[in-house]
């Protein structure tokens, strides 16, 4: 059972986030150069994206909730 319920716009923030760690470690460590407008792109799209996923998943929850109670009826 699980502890908590699924949440996939939270899953696509962390992983844009640590995507996001790893390019400045990287750069930091001179590993690679990165310029710094690289870094606004990345966060601003992976948080557009989070937002449109966790926006998704809620319509899709509702939906199903919706459903749900429409096929017991007298509970």
Known sequence: M???EFQPGRLVTGVVLTV???VYAGDAGGAW?????VMIPLVTG???LAGA????TGRLRRRAGADSE???PGT
Not at 53 to 56: I, K, R
């Open 53 to 56: 996923v966790g926006s998704l």
């Open 33 to 37: 150069d990165t310029p710094w407008f």
């Open 20 to 22: 996001a760690a790893v």
């Open 2 to 4: 699980l502890r908590h």
């Open 46 to 48: 992976g948080l557009c």
């Open 70 to 72: 429409r096929a017991t």
